[in-house]
């Protein structure tokens, strides 16, 4: 069951912009990762949520999208997320993260991919735009951004090459694959 679900999360870049995520939603999402793993139990982590579409279009100029994919700009009008949840870090409580908004992360688009939506982890924010777009206190580091929607796009895995080519690609038909490494390849020891 565990398998099926991490098999299922996949990164989705394209939603069905048109489908609302209620904010009790978002809440039930960040509920998993309140209750997730941190470094000394420390907690510093907070939550900005968004499912305002006024709101999220605030957001969606400062990210990244799909590195590899270079003829590819990122999600279309009307394929667009229709919530995000950012996650900061609180420097009052501690200067360092970790690996604790990893965590976090993958506890929401798990229990996301439970709900039957789908998501991006976005790393590559331009983050001085979206601290001054939403008013975000300088006592927050934003560390990640998670688009969340119902996906509109399928993603199969494949398995990495003879090459090592990591590379994610779109097929003809819109097709995102992903490739992974083998067990073999990971397993050192
Ligand atoms: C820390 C982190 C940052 C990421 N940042 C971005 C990003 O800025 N833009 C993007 O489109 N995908 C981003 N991704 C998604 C990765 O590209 C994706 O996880 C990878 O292609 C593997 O696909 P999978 O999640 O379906 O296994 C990020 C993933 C992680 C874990």
């Not at 995520?21 to 039930?28: F, Q, R, V």
């Not at 793993?37 to 907070?46: C, G, I, V």
């Not at 939550?47 to 279309?76: E, M, Q, R, T, V």
């Not at 993260?97 to 709900?115: M, N, P, R, V």
Request: aromatic share 6%; with cysteine; charged share 25%.
């Amino acid at each position: 069951m565990l398998r099926d679900l991490i098999i299922k999360r996949r990164s989705y870049r394209r939603f069905h912009q048109d489908t609302p995520i209620e904010p009790d939603t978002l809440k039930e999402l960040v509920d998993l990762a309140r209750l997730s793993s941190s470094a000394a139990n420390l907690q510093p982590l907070k939550y900005l949520l968004s499912c305002d579409p006024l709101k999220n279009d605030l957001i969606f100029p400062y990210l990244a999208w799909a590195g590899y994919l270079k003829d590819w700009p990122g999600p279309c009008e009307g394929e667009r997320p229709s919530a995000y949840i950012i996650i900061l870090g609180d420097t009052e409580i501690s200067q360092s993260f970790g690996c604790d908004h990893g965590i976090a992360a993958q506890s929401i688009l798990l229990g996301a991919t439970e709900k039957g939506l789908g998501g991006c982890m976005i790393g590559a924010v331009e983050m001085n735009g979206l601290r001054k777009a939403l008013g975000i206190l300088s006592r927050y580091e934003i560390l990640l951004v998670l688009a969340i929607g119902k996906p509109k796009e399928t993603v199969v895995i494949e398995t990495v090459g003879p090459t090592g080519d990591v590379k994610y690609w779109h097929d003809d038909d819109g097709i995102h694959h992903v490739p992974k490494r083998t067990l073999d390849d990971i397993i050192v020891g």
